[in-house]
């Protein structure tokens, strides 16, 4: 059967590496190592000592693939080969380009500041969807009207809630202006106040006074 070929060259070159003096642990140690040295991909790691169990098992002999070291070992390759993020970053660029495409994108002019607004801060002041937006849209939540207060030629944000703010003390963040490409969030809120209804609650509302809610942000 080809599987059972396989699993035989994957012990005859686990056996190569024996030697006398050499406890079988050892040697599956170094193969092991070996593996990883000739950036051997995990499942083809996986499919060796699959191959190397396999003829403990049938020879009767303990099984060293089952070791607490080996293991550990492949605890230490999973961690080492979980797929990377790949979402890219926003960079300036492709702000300006999200910003430019509002325009058609969206029902109202009103709107239009809205998001610009919007995106703008969280660039800027690094934040999270659930820092800036309510959770639903009748529903309290994220950056309050009040929050956001314009000082001098400055934006202060205070954050009452934070992902990494363990403490639940919260923070302060300071935005100043920005002109390159139309990206300047100072004149972004200024923008958006003038157009949004003199309300309390959150920041970021509809021209009905609904909240923007995050599912909305999302799609």
Known sequence: MGFICGFRTKWQNFKSLQEPARKDIDSLLLFVLEQVEAQQSLASIKKHLAGISFFFRMLGAMDLTKAPIIKQIGKSLAKSHRSKDGRKPITLFILHKL???LEGICSSPYE???FKCLFLLMYFAALRVGE??????????????DDVTLVGNKLKINIKKSKTDVAGKGTTIWIGEFNYLNLCPVSALSEFLMLRPNIQGPLFIHLDGTNLSRFQLSQ
């Open 99 to 101: 910003l430019l495409a």
């Open 112 to 114: 239009t500041k809205l």
């Open 132 to 145: 800036a937006t309510a959770e639903t849209k009748f529903r309290m939540g994220g950056l309050n009207y």
